[in-house]
């Protein structure tokens, strides 16, 4: 087994000049020059003491980010002028001022460059963890509630308390993590022109980059930690464009980068450039407008971003991993794939780790963000069925992928013909309870998932105090997922109970406050001590299955057929 970086270069007809195909979590550096433009005009009854002045944010230096050079200017009226430097939101921006504008009325068109050499390091490297019991003092400004970040809001609070109960800063920032990017949608497609709240993003449950940072920095910021929004520019394993991503703060450590969209805690590769951070998402405005004039004269503008590849580097010796499998297993058998994956990079680290297996494969595979420490050795075991094919003679090579930060482990898997009727069972799992109060409606949002190969069978029953209100039950397919909804009317304070028995078995207890603003803590009862251990239990976490997009290389496509 050999760690492998798959590299191709691709010309695209875009705005950006170059697209290259390598996952981005394995960039430890990269050194770009990104040329930003704003093409634009000005247009209305034009007079003499009109003014114009123009705002274009410029790229901000930071911890990891090093700026070798910025050029900026303004082009208009075949005249070239440089900027003056203005502070607008804490944030730096190139101001260019023309005092008589109508010197240029027959000439209404400009054109505003910020060309910057840049190169990022990413820092890897987590100091000791932090108790979150204990309030993270000097920081309120980035623990407030905010115009797209709701920390106030009650569902989002309800949602964090059950989801993610850990008093471990590290580990809570990894499962808020885990749990926007597996959960949240990605849809270019209805949200790109805008952005969305992280209370809009829970409730759709879809969203790009903004969304996706915004719920991350509403959770971080309702479990206690510092959270501020990031703009910048990215690489998404297939071009460069515009991003967004926070970054929370670890005493003893320092900021941290966070990218639910890309699956990345505790630090964010080398193809993330920071432009700006605030408190918002909506504190950075890139480019901005203000005249002073005697009749209203309006502003048109076209940006546009162009990337080009200095150099790169890519992680190496970060970890180093064991692969221990089957020799071979019979079509349709279970089985499992063991990885024993060791700390090498002399750091504590949050690692992104992704099996991939091809399509005919059912598995609980799935991306997974796992803090070692130093020199820390870690076992991960996948649950995995082989296909169904029927098949006499000969056997199948399935190709699979190890991902690393530090490059891939490729494999084989041998699928021989069944011989005999293996017996399995249905595996019936909670993939995520979610509550939603509107009015004086409470709704219970449950996803099932049958990991099993056979038919099950599963009973849900909801009280609220003592008397039961709502249940059924549930009969899920072998690998199906089903979406359940209960609603309760005209809920007020009390507790309300969710009892969930079959082949996982559980009991979920959470308080309707008196007041929205309040919390609803949730605890777990196991259901045949539940009587006893009412008062002892902890929250629950549920933990949620991840199931993220990935860049697929064309080796887990490969399936060869040898008799």
Same mark, same amino acid.
């Given at each position: 087994?050999?760690?492998?970086?798959?590299?191709?270069?691709?010309?695209?007809f875009?705005?950006?000049?170059?697209a290259?195909?390598?996952?981005?979590?394995?960039?430890?550096?990269?050194?770009?020059?990104?040329?930003?433009?704003?093409?634009?005009?000005?247009?209305?009854?034009i007079?003499?003491?009109?003014?114009?002045?123009?705002?274009?944010?410029?790229?901000?230096?930071?911890?990891?980010?090093?700026?070798?050079?910025?050029?900026?200017?303004?082009?208009?009226?075949?005249?070239?002028?440089?900027?003056?430097?203005?502070?607008?939101?804490?944030?730096d921006?190139?101001?260019?001022?023309?005092?008589?504008?109508?010197?240029?009325?027959?000439?209404?068109?400009?054109?505003?460059?910020?060309?910057?050499?840049?190169?990022?390091?990413?820092?890897?490297?987590?100091?000791?963890?932090?108790?979150?019991s204990?309030?993270?003092?000097?920081f309120?400004?980035?623990?407030?509630?905010?115009?797209?970040?709701?920390?106030? %809001?009650?569902?989002?609070?309800?949602?964090?308390?059950?989801?993610?109960?850990?008093?471990s800063?590290?580990?809570?920032?990894?499962?808020i993590?885990?749990?926007?990017?597996?959960?949240?949608?990605?849809?270019?497609?209805?949200?790109?022109?805008?952005?969305?709240?992280?209370?809009?993003?829970?409730?759709?449950?879809?969203?790009?980059?903004?969304?996706?940072?915004?719920?991350?920095?509403?959770?971080?910021?309702?479990?206690?930690?510092?959270?501020?929004?990031?703009?910048?520019?990215?690489?998404?394993?297939?071009?460069?464009?515009?991003?967004?991503?926070?970054?929370?703060y670890?005493?003893?450590?320092?900021?941290?980068?966070?990218?639910?969209?890309?699956?990345?805690?505790?630090?964010? %590769?080398?193809?993330?450039?920071?432009?700006?951070k605030?408190?918002?998402?909506?504190?950075?405005?890139?480019?901005?407008?203000?005249?002073?004039?005697?009749?209203?004269?309006?502003?048109?503008?076209?940006?546009?971003?162009?990337?080009?590849?200095?150099?790169i580097?890519?992680?190496?010796?970060?970890?180093?991993?064991?692969?221990?499998?089957?020799?071979?297993?019979?079509?349709?058998?279970?089985?499992?794939?063991?990885?024993?994956?060791?700390?090498?990079?002399?750091?504590?680290?949050?690692?992104?780790?992704?099996?991939?297996?091809?399509?005919?494969?059912?598995?609980?595979?799935?991306?997974?963000?796992?803090?070692?420490?130093?020199?820390?050795?870690?076992?991960?075991?996948?649950?995995?069925?082989?296909?169904?094919?029927?098949?006499?003679?000969?056997?199948?090579?399935?190709?699979?992928l190890?991902?690393?930060? %530090?490059?891939?482990?490729?494999?084989?898997?041998?699928?021989?013909?069944?011989?005999?009727?293996?017996?399995?069972k249905?595996?019936?799992?909670?993939?995520?309870?979610?509550?939603?109060?509107?009015?004086?409606?409470?709704?219970?949002?449950?996803?099932?998932?049958?990991?099993?190969?056979?038919?099950?069978?599963?009973?849900?029953?909801?009280?609220?105090?003592?008397?039961?209100?709502?249940?059924?039950?549930?009969?899920?397919?072998?690998?199906?997922?089903?979406?359940?909804?209960?609603?309760?009317?005209?809920?007020?304070?009390?507790?309300?109970?969710?009892?969930?028995?079959?082949?996982?078995?559980?009991?979920?207890?959470?308080?309707?406050?008196?007041?929205?603003?309040?919390?609803?803590?949730?605890?777990?009862?196991?259901?045949?001590?539940?009587?006893?251990?009412?008062?002892?239990?902890?929250?629950?976490?549920?933990?949620?299955?991840?199931i993220?997009?990935?860049?697929?290389?064309?080796?887990?496509?490969?399936?060869?057929?040898?008799?």
């Open positions: 087994m050999k760690k492998i970086i798959l590299i191709g270069f691709l010309l695209l875009c705005t950006i000049n170059f290259q195909e390598f996952r981005p979590s394995t960039v430890k550096s990269m050194d770009v020059t990104i040329t930003s433009e704003i093409n634009g005009s000005f247009s209305g009854a007079n003499q003491g009109d003014t114009l002045e123009l705002f274009f944010l410029s790229i901000q230096e930071g911890y990891g980010q090093d700026i070798y050079y910025t050029n900026e200017f303004m082009e208009i009226g075949g005249k070239k002028f440089t900027p003056t430097k203005v502070t607008k939101n804490e944030l921006y190139a101001s260019y001022k023309i005092n008589d504008l109508y010197k240029y009325a027959k000439t209404p068109i400009f054109k505003i460059v910020r060309e910057t050499k840049i190169k990022k390091t990413a820092e890897i490297g987590l100091e000791e963890d932090y108790d979150l204990e309030k993270i003092i000097n309120d400004r980035f623990l407030e509630e905010t115009e797209y970040i709701e920390v106030n %809001d009650s569902e989002l609070q309800s949602k964090a308390m059950i989801e993610f109960n850990s008093n800063e590290i580990e809570t920032i990894s499962e993590t885990k749990w926007v990017n597996t959960n949240i949608q990605y849809d270019f497609e209805n949200y790109y022109n805008g952005v969305y709240s992280a209370k809009q993003t829970y409730n759709s449950g879809a969203g790009v980059c903004d969304e996706f940072a915004n719920l991350t920095a509403a959770f971080m910021r309702i479990k206690g930690i510092p959270a501020r929004y990031v703009t910048g520019i990215s690489y998404d394993g297939e071009r460069f464009g515009l991003h967004g991503w926070v970054e929370v670890l005493p003893n450590t320092g900021w941290i980068g966070v990218d639910s969209t890309y699956g990345e805690a505790g630090y964010v %590769d080398a193809a993330h450039f920071a432009i700006a605030t408190f918002d998402a909506n504190k950075a405005i890139d480019f901005s407008a203000k005249t002073k004039s005697k009749k209203k004269i309006t502003i048109q503008s076209e940006p546009s971003l162009d990337v080009e590849l200095n150099s580097d890519f992680f190496k010796n970060l970890i180093n991993a064991e692969i221990i499998k089957p020799k071979q297993v019979q079509t349709g058998e279970t089985f499992e794939i063991t990885t024993k994956l060791t700390n090498t990079s002399e750091k504590n680290a949050i690692f992104p780790i992704e099996l991939i297996l091809h399509e005919n494969f059912k598995s609980n595979a799935n991306e997974k963000l796992i803090y070692f420490k130093k020199n820390e050795t870690i076992t991960i075991t996948w649950e995995i069925n082989a296909p169904e094919e029927k098949f006499e003679n000969g056997y199948y090579d399935y190709g699979f190890l991902l690393l930060p %530090d490059g891939n482990i490729s494999d084989t898997i041998k699928v021989i013909p069944e011989k005999e009727y293996v017996q399995n249905s595996n019936i799992q909670i993939k995520d309870i979610s509550p939603f109060i509107s009015n004086k409606t409470l709704e219970i949002k449950i996803i099932l998932e049958n990991l099993g190969d056979k038919k099950g069978e599963t009973e849900i029953e909801i009280f609220f105090e003592e008397n039961q209100v709502d249940g059924k039950k549930i009969e899920l397919d072998a690998f199906e997922e089903k979406k359940l909804s209960f609603l309760i009317k005209n809920i007020k304070e009390g507790k309300v109970t969710v009892n969930i028995i079959g082949d996982e078995t559980r009991k979920i207890e959470f308080t309707i406050p008196k007041k929205e603003t309040e919390k609803i803590i949730s605890k777990e009862i196991p259901l045949e001590n539940a009587q006893k251990q009412e008062n002892n239990e902890e929250i629950l976490i549920i933990g949620s299955i991840s993220s997009i990935v860049f697929l290389i064309a080796l887990i496509g490969l399936v060869l057929l040898r008799k």
